[in-house]
């Protein structure tokens, strides 16, 4: 798989995460349909400029666009559940993963 493809692979997965169209997500970003097909069948690479569009439209970092490392989707999954959530509600799951893992501290 080339960098492009690892790049439009992971643009993909966080659109249809967020449940955005193709053409919804085009839309927001300012751009057209086709290219954002392009970029997510790797036959385009965006600019630096549109990375960051698109980064930002998705709620998602770069480091998670062009992270491969499978050992990281999980962190980046227990992000998207807890971006909205209280900071009462986020030191519960923490509590609660420190117990999972045994981590007393």
């Given at each position: 798989?080339?960098?492009?493809?690892?790049?439009?692979?992971?643009?993909?997965?966080?659109r249809?995460?967020?449940?955005?169209?193709?053409?919804r997500f085009?839309?927001?970003?300012?751009?057209?349909?086709?290219?954002?097909?392009?970029i997510?069948?790797?036959?385009?690479?965006?600019?630096?400029k549109?990375?960051?569009q698109?980064?930002?439209?998705?709620?998602?970092?770069?480091?998670?666009?062009?992270d491969?490392d499978?050992?990281?989707?999980p962190?980046?999954?227990?992000?998207?559940?807890?971006?909205?959530?209280?900071?009462?509600?986020?030191q519960?799951?923490i509590?609660?993963?420190?117990?999972?893992?045994?981590?007393?501290?």
């Amino acid at each position: 798989m080339t960098l492009g493809q690892k790049i439009g692979q992971r643009i993909k997965e966080a659109r249809k995460e967020r449940k955005f169209t193709q053409e919804r997500f085009a839309e927001l970003c300012g751009l057209s349909t086709d290219y954002i097909g392009k970029i997510e069948r790797g036959k385009q690479l965006p600019t630096l400029k549109t990375l960051y569009q698109i980064t930002k439209i998705l709620n998602a970092s770069l480091a998670y666009i062009l992270d491969f490392d499978t050992k990281t989707m999980p962190l980046h999954e227990i992000q998207q559940l807890l971006k909205n959530q209280s900071p009462e509600t986020i030191q519960k799951v923490i509590q609660v993963i420190k117990v999972l893992i045994g981590n007393k501290t």
